[in-house]
């Protein structure tokens, strides 16, 4: 679609008491000093259009005022235009005026009440709504002001600005850039179903509690180390073995029982097998002291790696939840979106330009266009539906078997909470009375046992040491063990921590180098100009943006926030010509301040008008061709 400006009438509007300029949609400059209304000829297309000025606001008055800056009475502010809509004229006309209400009783004076605004489409009066529908159906606001403004695009959020860019250019598929960049074939099996920002939080967000486990295993793997018997301790003792030195002490204590039951064989043999039975007892208990001790490590070691386990399943259950929600959602808008778009009806039956009815065969043509269009439009909406719902359904498997798993882990925590109760010392007391009775049952006197004693005790003291070395060597083989059991946990988290270092940098060189194709795509179609859509960060990640970058003399790329006014012209006129391509519409250009640019180009097929600041001209004068067509009045 081509519009022009064919002509545009001012009455009483902004202190320009009336004003013809008339293009005949040729290019145009406006000349005048400062004050003397060229930015208000193009507030007055604005106002007709939009009701708003240039910059965009709405609360901004057309009325003349007075010397007192007070707004004068009576007068009716009125803007015509007439456009050339791919050649057809189409005539707008906008009049705003007071109300003033008598009240009853002749000598009552007129009170102002507020305004009214008249509407016309050629001529003829229209309601509000029907005239905005016309100017909707040629000149839609958003786009006839990114079309007609050099400054526009530049001061919108930088989101819209990158949604209209993308718009434009189209986003790069992750399949585009797996495709062109060797090394990115394993990013479908890391992403998992995920998006790229949701799988790189997770990964990152695992990593710290790896490398916690990671720096805990090394002084467990030392106070291990510490707990291991000095190598001393695991020499056999010299001399007799230990079943030598057992029979010794047997027959030390035969004697020693003989003696003191007189000779009697049956009696010591008696006391002998109380001492052994003693004996076994206690070796028994220290076994079961150190088997229960074991099985306490060994008990909270496990309770410690479920908790990690529920810990990092939780996480899952989070992350999968919030995805839910995002899918949920995704499908709830994608409904309404269906709904909506399924509900809509063909309705035009007349020119959106012109206002003529269109004819039998022109409607049926554009109906089955509209009817097509609607099908495409929702079977698109269906299949991007259909994926959001596979991959709904397959965050919430995830997520339901992680919950599945923190049960199974937190029931066997619950099955396990009994501790074993600490082995108590054998009870002697029974025996040691026996042995008493049958000491005291002798009827000679006291033998002198020391000797025996003395050998007893060097017999055990020697079967001791052969005790206490195989419980050294028992827990030397257990604390190996542990130490074994330390050091393949370390290597697995080592392995995991690696895999998760390697997916973070092929995920973050993924987006690299979807950014730059992102980047290069975009800035081809606006080439000269340049656009940073990604801003580096200080952790090295990368954050969405959008800031036009302009060319300067020495082929710099500056921001457009810091270049000279002359090149934010130029710059706008180039970001206008590839819009207007894009969307297949001309529309024309009011350059204001356009004295500052040197060698201003014509970018494009709209019509350009330039606004010039100049002291040779008190009154506003139009030059089309270098001839005056108009004066200010």
Sequence with gaps: MQIKLQSLKLKNFKGIKQFTFQPDGADAEIRGQNGTGKSTVADALN?????KNQAGEKSFSVKTLDGGNGAVHG????????????????????????KWTKKRGANAEAEFSGHETLYTLDGIPKKKSEYDSAVAAIAPEESFRLLTSTTYFNTIRWQERRR???????????????AAHDGLEGIEAVLDGHSLDDRTKALKSRRPKINTALNEIQPRIDEALRAKPEEAELCPPKGKSYEALRKEWREAQNR???????????????????REAMATLNRQHDEALRAWRAGEAAQEEKARKATQEVEGNEHKVEREVSLIEDYTNNLEALREKWAERNATEWTETECPTCGQALLEEQAEEAQTRFNEKRAEE????????????????????????????IDELIAAEDAQETHAPEPEAPDHSEREKAIATLTAGSTSAAPNTKPIDEEVERIEAQIAAFERFSAALKQSADIDKRVEDLKAEKKELGIELDAIDQNIALLEEFLRCKVAMLTG????????????LFQEQVNGGLAETCETLVPSANGAMVPWSDVNTGARVRAGLQII?????HYGTTAPIFVDNAESVTGLIDEGESQTIKLIAT???AELKVTLLEQPLAQAV
């Design 615 to 617: 002291e040779e001209a």
């Design 75 to 98: 007068l009716d502010h009125e803007v015509e235009a007439t456009l050339l809509v791919d050649g057809r004229p189409l005539q707008l006309g906008k009049m705003m005026r007071e």
């Design 378 to 405: 929702l079977k698109a909406i269906e299949a991007e539906a259909k994926k959001q719902t596979a991959a709904l359904q397959e965050s919430i498997k995830r997520k339901e078997a992680a919950e599945s798993r």
């Design 521 to 532: 795509t975009v800035n081809e179609r606006f080439a000269p100009l340049s656009f940073r």
């Design 164 to 178: 209209i860019l993308l718009e434009v250019t189209g986003e790069v598929s992750d399949a585009e850039v797996i």
């Design 47 to 51: 106002w007709l259009l939009f009701d």
């Design 577 to 581: 010509s590839r819009l207007s391509a």
């Design 256 to 274: 020693r029982a003989a003696m003191l039951a007189g000779d009697t064989t049956a009696t010591g043999e008696e006391i002998l097998r109380h």
